[in-house]
């Protein structure tokens, strides 16, 4: 099944795989070879996916995800392989979000803010469970 992972600055992943599972308003799906047609949201969490035998992950932000029968596309606005991502720099960033609410800035500020908070742990995330 070919699969994509585009996000605004790369196509982060493009190739052959046996499977994809990804976090969706309903929790987790694994997307197989002839799966029903959908679309759906994507929530950020860990995505997973299986080239042959290997799995391989990445932190995932927000996006869309469209399914067909014979591929998977999602458009995401974070895409991360565990190597790639720098626990210190999201350490610090995860503590000026942390700051930054504490300071009881204005409801929309707050709500970005927690938006990056999410995606940062999301990466700190897969960063531990996969280094």
Known sequence: ????????????VGEEVESVSFMTD???ITVLPHHTP???????????IMVGSRPQYLASGSGVAHITGEAVVI??????????IHEAA????RARALSAIAEKRGVEEIA??????????VKLRVRRRRI
């Open 38 to 48: 959908l679309f759906t949201t994507v929530h950020p969490g860990e995505l997973k």
């Open 1 to 12: 099944m070919r699969f994509q992972l585009i996000t605004p600055e790369k196509v982060a």
């Open 75 to 84: 458009l995401t606005d974070l895409a991360e392989r565990p190597e790639d």
């Open 90 to 93: 999201e350490e610090q960033a």
């Open 112 to 121: 970005v803010i927690q938006a990056q908070l999410e995606k940062t742990m």
């Open 26 to 28: 309903g929790g987790e």
